[in-house]
């Protein structure tokens, strides 16, 4: 089952109406933060729902949006815990390392208690996590791409993968911000360096012609009409070519 991203809503006027009917915990959040909260339940629905539509399967998913499941909007843990109640992270995280388990096939596995502390300690450390990312996570270490077990499941080799995941999604975060930061440098250096058509014709004598009247009055002044024309066609011709740079 493919899992259903968060994307940019607004609230509709009933999700308004049910912000009175919040519990009291949840008023007493930001306004901000309840708002996140009802968006989260209003596209993942319920506790049951939102773990059913988060299984492991969506593994599959992350994998083939890699730079999605890193850059994407998708709820952390942190706010899956003050959305869904505290032991949501935990709760959702343990299906997702038991099926690495199984997935590897080993002699040894984790007993509950080793599994549990594992997937609290995850939600306790890196609340900041997309889920997103943490599908990612799983995927990857299942296509082997931070080692493997050696016969036995260490719950410590899965720490230290997700450590190295996490160097490798800074970079990746990292070097989203700095070409969204080029870009708008260079944004920002065109604007400056850039002109209006008007400017243009200014700068370069020609007439702002408000309309055809404007154009039949200069033309009659003109001593030589088709030296206008041509003079003003090649105008032209720069203007476009100015304005086509511009907007590149």
Request: negative net charge; hydrophobic residues 40%; charged residues 25%.
């Amino acid at each position: 089952m493919e899992p259903t991203q968060i994307g940019r809503l607004d609230l509709t006027k009933t999700d308004r109406r049910n912000a009175n009917s919040l519990p009291a915990a949840m008023r007493q959040l930001s306004p901000d933060l309840q708002r996140k909260t009802m968006l989260v339940q209003r596209r993942y629905g319920s506790r049951e729902q939102c773990m059913a539509k988060l299984n492991p399967d969506a593994q599959l998913y992350a994998g083939r949006n890699s730079e999605r499941a890193i850059l994407g909007d998708a709820p952390t843990l942190g706010l899956l815990r003050v959305t869904y109640g505290e032991n949501f992270p935990t709760m959702w995280l343990l299906p997702q390392i038991f099926d690495l388990v199984v997935y590897s096939n080993s002699r040894g596995t984790l007993n509950e208690q080793q599994a549990t502390f594992l997937a609290t300690a995850i939600a306790q450390e890196y609340g900041y996590l997309k889920v997103s990312e943490l599908l990612l996570f799983f995927y990857q270490f299942k296509l082997g791409k931070y080692g493997h077990f050696y016969g036995v499941v260490d719950p410590m080799r899965i720490t230290e993968a997700l450590g190295d995941f996490i160097d490798e999604r800074n970079k990746v975060i990292d070097k989203h911000r700095k070409e969204q930061e080029e870009a708008e440098l260079l944004r920002d250096e065109q604007n400056s360096h850039g002109i209006t058509g008007e400017e243009w014709c200014r700068m370069n004598g020609m007439p702002q012609f408000t309309d055809a009247l404007d154009l039949a009055m200069y033309s009659w002044k003109c001593e030589d009409f088709i030296s206008f024309i041509v003079k003003f066609i090649n105008s032209l011709n720069q203007a476009v070519q100015i304005w086509q740079r511009q907007d590149a």
